[in-house]
């Protein structure tokens, strides 16, 4: 079954410090979110991304996060000063149509801790 | 945000048995549901889904069951396997009222242990 990729498994970084997380969705998919887990507790959607533009937005999404596909396989998720609250796991998810009644594929995820 | 809650943290059965795990929901919009399965290291993997129109939707030992009036879905597993043990989120949709741009609403989850 094809899948959804994460690099890195791990990232770790001091506060203030600008990361990057990758993801390679599945090739024939159109819409792509990032979620995350902090530690203990649910996971939660940040952002959704279809046609090189953010189609929703959450509140945790602030102007510290960015989201981009830099070429047709990518798509990344910057922080560009991080902070200790943004250590959780993340995780890239894709999907083909963007619908209410559809699956979300997730990655593997990004465990980043921030010290 | 207590909008899908999955109150029991962890089950706990035996080799054979059924598993059932619940779920609730608050807002009346959601008309989407779905189970993830979630092993450490890895990331949340679909299992089954129900629509709101649908008040059970089977797959294989795996069947979702809703109550509408309830709010309130449950999955059950049967017969449960030692190799189902994992974290079991429910996560619901639609509460956008059309195009949720994929945006879920998960449970805390629900750490299943299957024993032998």
């Known amino acids: 079954e094809p899948e959804v990729t994460q690099t890195p498994s791990h990232q770790v970084t001091q506060m203030g410090q600008e990361v990057i997380l990758r993801c390679v969705p599945i090739?024939?998919?159109?819409?792509f979110y990032w979620y995350r887990q902090i530690l203990g507790q649910k996971v939660e959607f940040l952002v959704s991304?279809?046609?090189?533009?953010?189609?929703?937005k959450s509140e945790i999404f602030d102007d510290q996060f960015s989201v981009e596909r830099p070429d047709g396989s990518n798509f990344t998720l910057k922080i560009r000063s991080t902070k200790l609250e943004d250590s959780a796991m993340y995780f890239c998810?894709?999907?083909?149509?963007?619908?209410?009644?559809?699956?979300?594929?997730f990655g593997s995820g990004t465990q980043l801790s921030v010290l | 945000d207590q909008q899908v809650k999955q109150n029991s943290p962890s089950l706990s059965v035996q080799e054979g048995r059924i598993s059932i795990l619940n779920c609730d929901y608050t807002?009346?919009?959601?008309?989407?549901f779905l189970w993830y399965k979630k092993y450490p290291a890895e990331g949340p993997t679909f299992l089954i889904s129900i629509s709101s129109i649908k008040d059970k939707n089977e797959d294989g030992r795996f069947t979702v069951f809703l109550n509408k009036s309830a709010k309130h879905l449950s999955l059950h597993i049967v017969p449960s396997q030692p190799g189902d043990s994992a974290v079991y989120f429910c996560a619901a949709s639609g509460e956008t009222g059309g195009t949720s741009y994929g945006k879920l609403t998960f449970g805390q989850g629900t750490i299943l242990t299957v024993h032998p």
């Open positions: 090739s024939n998919h159109l819409y």
């Open positions: 807002n009346s919009m959601f008309d989407y």
């Open positions: 998810a894709s999907s083909a149509f963007g619908l209410s009644n559809e699956k979300l594929f």
């Open positions: 991304f279809y046609n090189n533009e953010i189609s929703e």
